[in-house]
């Protein structure tokens, strides 16, 4: 069964047909051609395909289009196309990475978690983890804890952490 | 025979030229090429692992709306060569490992295509079959040589006898696991026949590498196949040969001429069609006197490889080069299974071969009371033990001392479960790296003058992270005199000058000298002020050294390992590694390769086991959910540093690999310091915290 949907992909409204079984990232990516996430598992396990969905970090391997009509979704070349967003000169300035392809989702999802500690959110190392977290307390054990759906083959997580505590200062 | 015309470039922590591209994600991989109209592929795979297939009903699957093929055995075209029988698919009925291609169907959709595979009806006569490697595994045999090249077993004097009159001994058996390669990147391909060319966008480790293996079995030339990968998302060896995809890839795209097909695996799929690193069993012996000085080294290392293609693990070569003992003997045995072909994973040998033995030693430094390092340091050779030959330079001792320094291990108590912060046993550890300097002739490259001071250099490296792109720009900028932003660098396409794979810590090296070779034969045909296209070619320079020296990296591990006294719990909260890898070409790149590797040796020694089903043959745990790979929380204070080596011998950069040293010795340093912490002897990795609970 196919549906017809209209996005806002990295500022720009962009509709399609999708078949109701297509994901949101294979939507992006193979009917929009939005390859900056990217499919490194296609089960919500590894981050790759993280995106900021209506100003929240997403896996989009398990969200169905057809659920997202009218959704806001900012991708990493969203962020700033030249790479220059805070979050991706961290990772530039740090080496936060090595192939890159996790980077994409490392870089949303770093954007959308600063924010989430930003709003106080908690996290499973937060002192108290039922009470909030003040942004200066976002120290490394935070970052990491945080930071853990996203994962690195290459194994850059030091230099992504020290980009995220830079960034999020 | 350095002669790089002034470094000035080199050695300067360049920022990544692709960076801007991969902090957008812009920088396209093999499946984000945009092509018209693609049709997209789904493999039909074995669910048991061995049989023959009685019969295949595809015809629901060609029923359905939207799909444009469904190839089998039946109907998929006779290869031109079996000789690579891991690419000869679709050939007969036999079934030789479960997850073995069986078929595949093309779609308009990846939905339709997937639908569409699970409509077909396999009927397979199913045989008994054997998946479990066992040390005494009635069939195992001495393959005629260990990858690549090397012979199969060694000996100098006499090491049982060694071990019966030595004063102190130890006799061990250390166990590695099944470890799957797991680059983030799947691999994938997309790929077009038309006008009998195959073109392909490809996730590979060699552009060149990958042609050269799947033209004869597609039966074509060389010249008919163009392999494209401009930026590769880690491979970790597992695209450093070619797999069956990409034969199964290219015949659908036969059966859809002028019709570009994708494929890429699944994380499920990748755990039975795209290689992994054998379990191993290792027997080390050591025999020493009571000052620890090593008279005999043996390790005796049993291995898997699948029935239809061997695959041999070279275990036991670093125990062969790494300490002076005058009795020596190595051996490999292999068992053949009816799994998926074994293959190439990040320090093939070094890595589980360092396992063993390096915790051996540290068994044998508790035995004679001496400090692990001061025990490395007595058994330091003068010349390789293997060869007789110098050793270009070797500065393990170096490492070592540099190490315990920044790591603080001096006066370090060595009674194991000494220590404690609360309920946690804290301990430390170490172990030395090493891997050799793998300089592989075959690249050529390109040097041509575009005008106002620019370069064009070419040379069909590939890029998989490692910096392969920024570093080779660096090394033109100074082997042609000007900067780096004055180098227009092409990679990553058989359409350029052939390079050799991204491989054995091989490619700096190797294209790196090419590219001084290029750009030395430019100079001397045109002098220092060319004229706009001017052009000139080099190959890989010999290097006459090779043959007087042994050529290795070495390197030191201190593990600071933390056990929780009742759950068992393991973290590693330091992890520091030192290198001795002669001139560092770009220190942010390198950096970032070292600390890739040991957090690589982290995950190996806490986290990753492949764990086989022997009913079924298949691996369990196939997906990042359950075959955990280490988690930013699970790295906890982890940095490399190197020391300053000059070594005029090993090619004209004085470089050496440092793609796969981080990740050897890693394992034991964290399994020793594991022991400091417990007084527990962990010898059978992952070192999980039932290990711990008695
Ligand atoms: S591809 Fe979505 S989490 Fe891995
Ligand atoms: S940079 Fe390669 S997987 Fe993270």
């Known amino acids: 069964m196919d549906a017809e949907i209209t996005l806002r992909v990295d500022g720009r409204p962009r509709q399609c047909t999708v078949d109701t079984r297509t994901t949101l990232l294979d939507t992006l990516r193979e009917h929009l051609g939005v390859s900056a996430p990217k499919k490194g598992c296609d089960h919500g396990q590894c981050g790759s395909c993280t995106v900021l969905l209506d100003g929240r970090r997403v896996t989009t391997c398990l969200a169905f289009a057809v659920a997202q009509n009218g959704a806001e979704i900012t991708t990493a070349e969203g962020l700033a196309g030249d790479g220059e967003h805070p979050m991706q000169r961290a990772f530039l300035d740090h080496d936060g990475f ?72 | 025979m350095t002669d790089l015309l002034r470094p000035h470039a080199v050695a300067t922590p360049v920022e990544r030229l692709d960076g801007p591209a991969k902090v957008t994600g812009t920088a396209p991989y093999a499946f984000d090429h945009a092509v018209p109209n693609p049709a997209y592929l789904h493999p039909l795979q074995a669910a048991v692992a061995r049989g023959r297939v009685t019969d295949i009903d595809t015809r629901p699957a060609e029923e359905l709306d939207g799909v444009l093929a469904v190839l089998t055995h039946r109907n998929a075209p006779r290869l031109a060569s079996d000789e690579d029988a891991e690419l000869a698919i679709l050939q007969s009925d036999e079934v030789a490992f479960r997850g073995q291609f069986l078929g595949a169907v093309i779609a308009e959709t990846p939905e339709i295509a997937r639908q569409a595979a699970s409509l077909v009806r396999i009927t397979v006569d199913e045989q008994e079959h054997q998946v479990q490697l066992r040390a005494d595994h009635r069939q195992l045999y001495v393959p005629e040589e260990v990858n690549p090249t090397f012979p199969t077993d060694t000996s100098q004097g006499d090491v049982d006898l060694a071990a019966r009159d030595a004063a102190i001994t130890v006799d061990e058996r250390y166990t590695t696991a099944w470890y799957h390669n797991n680059p983030m990147e799947p691999h994938s391909t997309v790929a077009l026949w038309q006008d009998a060319t195959l073109t392909l966008y490809d996730s590979t480790q060699g552009a060149h590498p990958v042609r050269t293996a799947i033209a004869p079995v597609l039966g074509l030339d060389p010249e008919q196949v163009r392999v494209i990968a401009p930026h590769v998302g880690g491979g970790f060896g597992s695209k450093g040969t070619a797999h069956a995809h990409l034969i199964l890839a290219a015949l659908a795209a036969r059966e859809l001429p002028g019709h570009w097909v994708k494929f890429a695996l699944t994380r499920q799929q990748m755990f039975s069609l795209a290689g992994y690193r054998t379990p191993t069993i290792q027997r080390v012996r050591l025999a020493a006197d009571h000052e620890g000085r090593l008279s005999g080294i043996g390790v005796d290392a049993v291995e898997q490889t699948s029935r239809f293609k061997e695959f041999a693990e070279q275990t036991g070569i670093p ?65 390789d033990p293997e060869s007789g030959k110098p050793f270009s330079s070797r500065n393990l001792i170096a490492c070592l001392r540099d190490g315990a320094h920044r790591f603080g291990w001096d006066g370090r108590d060595p009674t194991p479960r000494g220590r404690r912060d609360g309920r946690w046993l804290v301990g430390t550890g170490v172990a030395s790296s090493t891997y050799p300097v793998h300089y592989i002739p075959g690249s050529a490259a390109t040097v041509r003058y575009l005008g106002e001071g620019r370069y064009r250099v070419e040379v069909s490296a590939t890029d998989l992270g490692t910096g392969a792109r920024t570093v080779l720009a660096q090394i033109a900028a100074d082997a042609l005199g000007v900067g780096v932003e004055r180098i227009e660098l092409g990679i990553g396409d058989t359409a350029l000058p052939v390079a050799t794979v991204a491989g054995g810590s091989s490619g700096t090296i190797s294209w790196g000298s090419t590219i001084v070779e290029a750009a030395r034969i430019f100079r001397h045909e045109y002098g220092d002020n060319p004229s706009e296209g001017d052009e000139a070619a080099g190959t890989t320079p010999e290097n006459p050294a090779a043959e007087r020296f042994a050529m290795r990296a070495f390197g030191a591990q201190f593990a600071e390992v933390r056990v929780h006294e009742d759950t068992g719990e393991v973290r590693v909260p330091r992890l520091l590694g030192v290198f001795a890898a002669g001139r560092i070409i770009n220190p942010r790149t390198a950096r970032s390769q070292l600390i890739g590797g040991m957090t ?24 990042f959910a359950e075959y955990h790979v280490a988690a930013n929380a699970d790295v906890g204070a982890l940095d490399a540093h190197w020391i300053d080596e000059d070594d005029p011998h090993v090619n004209p950069l004085g470089a050496k690999g440092i793609g796969e040293i981080g990740i050897v010795g890693t394992a034991a340093a964290i399994v020793n310091a594991a022991y400091h912490a417990t007084g527990v002897r962990v010898r059978e990795l992952p070192v999980t915290l039932d290990k711990f609970l008695h």
């Open chain 2, 600 to 623: 690589m040796g982290l995950s190996m020694a806490l986290h990753e086991e492949s764990v086989l089903d022997p009913r079924f043959g298949h691996i369990v745990n196939h997906d």
């Open chain 1, 98 to 169: 090595q192939c890159g392809f996790c980077t994409p989702g490392q870089i949303c999802s770093a954007v959308g978690m600063v924010d989430e500690a930003r709003a106080g959110w908690p996290s499973a190392v937060t002192p108290d983890v039922a009470g909030s977290v003040d942004i200066d307390d976002l120290d490394d054990a935070e970052i990491r804890e945080r930071m853990s759906g996203n994962l690195c083959r290459c194994g850059a997580y030091v230099n992504i952490v020290s980009a995220i505590r830079e960034a999020a200062r």
């Open chain 2, 319 to 383: 125990a062969r080069t790494m300490y002076a003992a005058r009795n020596r003997r190595s051996t490999h045995r292999l068992a053949p299974l009816d799994v998926p072909v074994p293959s190439w994973m990040r320090a093939p040998g070094e890595c589980p071969g360092m396992f063993g033995p390096e915790v051996a030693m540290d068994e044998l430094a508790t035995a004679c009371g001496l400090d692990p390092i001061e025990l490395r340091i007595r058994n330091e050779p003068h010349v």
